[in-house]
């Protein structure tokens, strides 16, 4: 099975700065990639995907993940923050041969500070 | 948004007794998954199904059924619920790729 790692658990960061979320799985399979965004008493939202292609993605939101197959990482940036980027942020993979199975790392909390 | 409901939103109850939470959608969507939600954990899969009265287990399933006897609904229950199992349970679907989730259903066993 995965082992999705997300180092950070809790990010404080002013606002207009640049942040950027660090994530990193375990397989060197083909994967699916992810970035999923929860705000405080709400469901899960999709931020981006990594599918295959670029290995830039962009998001809703002015996010964007770099996909880096050698390091095995999908990090999430964004260059300049808003209070309303405040909340809890998931990195999840999934494997080309388990289909929709996903794995989830253990979220990072942003906090954004006016 | 995804149509994908969860029912009840909020539910209290003691240990020993059974319980059944509900997820309701309206994309007509094959796959359907159960995870809990607990802090420093993250989301994990309890239960997933892949079409009506197709399900599997996931990382942690004991202690839970499911059953999809319909492709709108997938219900899990608590056999015999214990406090261990309060957490936040969210339904998530998906017809190829992606998931998306519903809005959660926070469960307190006391």
């Known amino acids: 099975a995965q082992s999705v790692t997300q180092l950070d658990s809790q990010v404080p960061v002013f606002e207009e700065a640049p942040v950027e979320l660090r994530c990193n799985y375990s397989?060197?399979?083909?994967?699916?990639l992810f970035w999923y965004v929860q705000y405080p008493n709400q469901g899960l939202q999709l931020l981006l995907k990594?599918?295959?292609?670029?290995?830039l993605v962009k998001g809703i939101n002015g996010f964007e993940a770099e996909f880096n197959k050698s390091q095995t990482s999908f990090h999430l940036r964004k260059p300049s923050v808003h209070i309303s980027d405040t909340a809890e942020y998931f990195c999840?993979?999934?494997?080309?041969?388990?289909?929709?199975?996903?794995?989830f790392g253990t979220g990072t909390s942003l906090t954004v500070i006016p | 948004d995804a149509g994908i409901t969860q029912s009840p939103r909020h539910k209290v109850t003691e240990t020993g007794t059974p319980v059944t939470l509900r997820c309701h959608q309206t994309?007509?969507?094959?796959?359907m998954y159960w995870y809990r939600q607990d802090p420093g954990h993250g989301l994990r899969l309890i239960h997933y199904?892949?079409?009506?009265?197709?399900?599997d287990k996931g990382e942690v399933s004991d202690g839970y059924s499911v059953s999809r006897s319909k492709t709108e609904d997938f219900l899990l229950t608590l056999e015999s619920a214990t406090s261990s199992q309060t957490s936040v349970y969210f339904c998530?679907?998906?017809?190829?790729?992606?998931?998306?989730f519903g809005p959660g259903t926070r469960l307190t066993v006391t």
């Open positions: 397989s060197s399979v083909s994967v699916y």
């Open positions: 990594y599918l295959s292609g670029s290995t």
């Open positions: 199904s892949y079409g009506v009265k197709d399900t």
């Open positions: 994309e007509n969507h094959r796959y």
């Open positions: 998530a679907i998906s017809e190829s790729i992606e998931q998306y």
């Open positions: 999840a993979v999934s494997e080309f041969r388990t289909g929709n199975q996903f794995y």
